[in-house]
């Protein structure tokens, strides 16, 4: 965990903000750009976590954390290393525009990824487990991703690639999990469908034309229940809200 305490001050961020602005508008020329009108924002945002992340000492998060591969390696012999590398923010978020949004947001974010690799017979293994949320307190892992839970994903994961049996070598057909389709969804589709990429990217002069099958359809929607990329608002100040990028294999937007 790292705590930064450097700040330079309004002016001179202002004074930097301008500067860098000045820079984009040599590279891009003397085009004008167009602001949407947005209805200015004035909201505090409060999270009520049962265990706010920074109450907890962290000689119990590391506790926690020593657990996890304590118990991998214990429940499998095969298992050599297991590692846990986890990261939090917390405090408040604070976003002021000349539009006029003033909004004020609580932050608990954190991020703890685990991984355990192990061979067998020459054959080797490695898997690796995630948990995130972006506004949830300590409570998280003490009821619904405990400790042993999360051990158990690692070491179930390793175990079947060490018993497990090789696949053949060609094409064919795939069933993926949700994690494994929404990372290539995100990848392949969701980076090309950002506003600042949209019109200059592969989707450019594609909108309103079939893109992917019938049965397709893709949103991207900034409120997921314990999404970790869940957001109120953006960082001009507008209310976020969902956007249908795919409708029924068209490209919406």
């Known amino acids: 965990m790292a705590v930064s305490h450097g700040f330079k001050g309004v002016s001179s961020t202002i004074d930097e903000a301008a500067e860098v602005a000045r820079a984009l508008k040599g590279r891009e020329g003397d085009a004008r750009v167009q602001l949407s009108d947005s209805q200015p924002v004035n909201r505090v945002i409060s999270?009520?976590?049962?265990?706010?992340?920074?109450?907890?000492?962290?000689?119990?998060?590391?506790?926690?954390?020593?657990?996890?591969?304590?118990?991998?390696?214990?429940?499998?012999?095969?298992?050599?290393?297991?590692?846990?590398?986890?990261?939090?923010?917390?405090?408040?978020?604070?976003?002021?525009?000349?539009?006029?949004?003033?909004?004020?947001?609580?932050?608990?974010?954190?991020?703890?990824q685990c991984t355990a690799t192990g061979a067998e017979g020459g054959v080797l293994a490695s898997s690796r487990d995630e948990v995130a949320m972006a506004s949830s307190g300590w409570e998280l892992f003490d009821k619904k991703e405990p400790m042993e839970k999360i051990s158990d994903r690692l070491v179930h994961k390793v175990r079947n690639q060490l018993d497990g049996v090789a696949c053949k070598r060609g094409s064919f057909p795939c069933v993926l999990g949700p994690r494994v389709a929404g990372m290539l969804a995100h990848e392949a589709l969701g980076h090309l469908a950002e506003a600042d990429s949209f019109d200059s990217a592969a989707f450019a002069g594609l909108e309103n034309k079939p893109v992917a099958p019938e049965f397709v359809t893709m949103v991207d929607s900034p409120r997921v229940r314990d999404g970790f990329g869940n957001i109120t608002h953006d960082d001009e100040g507008v209310v976020a809200r969902k956007v249908i990028l795919i409708d029924r294999g068209m490209l919406a937007g």
């Open 47 to 112: 999270i009520r976590n049962k265990v706010p992340l920074e109450d907890v000492p962290i000689a119990d998060k590391l506790a926690f954390f020593q657990g996890i591969c304590a118990a991998v390696k214990r429940h499998d012999g095969r298992i050599s290393t297991a590692r846990a590398s986890y990261r939090e923010i917390t405090g408040k978020r604070y976003l002021v525009t000349s539009e006029g949004a003033s909004i004020v947001t609580d932050v608990s974010l954190m991020y703890l």
